[in-house]
Nanobody
Framework: VQLVESGGGLVQPGGSLRLSCAAS????????MSWYRQAPGKERERVAR????????YLADAVKGRFTISRDNAKNTAYLQMNSLKPEDTAVYSC???????WGRGTQVTVSS
């Protein structure tokens, strides 16, 4: 099983990034997917979750209205579109599947002017 995140980087406040999570080694289309983040000195928190078919999503209150989670089961990839980024969004973002309890290594997102 592999979960490989990409798309992180340095962005100015108010900017946008789209994170991708490429999955392999398990039945992606049957697996809900989640994005978590962990900022320095803070506990890891769940940011978003999407059902296996994509019809049901969850977003943490801190990101509602700014972030969108989606997936493409044909590409075995989950996405996190992040708009109107704030400095407090700075963290390592990781994708996760409860189907086997697997984590990606994460991608760094830094929001700073």
């Amino acid at each position: 099983v592999q979960l490989v995140e990409s798309g992180g980087g340095l962005v100015q406040p108010g900017g946008s990034l789209r994170l991708s999570c490429a999955a392999s080694g398990f039945t992606f289309s049957s697996s809900p997917m989640s994005w978590y983040r962990q900022a320095p000195g803070k506990e890891r928190e769940r940011v978003a979750r999407i059902s296996s078919g994509g019809g049901t999503t969850y977003l943490a209150d801190a990101v509602k209205g700014r972030f969108t989670i989606s997936r493409d089961n044909a590409k075995n990839t989950a996405y996190l579109q992040m708009n109107s980024l704030k400095p407090e969004d700075t963290a390592v973002y990781s994708c996760y599947t409860a189907n086997g309890n697997y984590w990606g290594r994460g991608t760094q997102v830094t929001v700073s002017s």
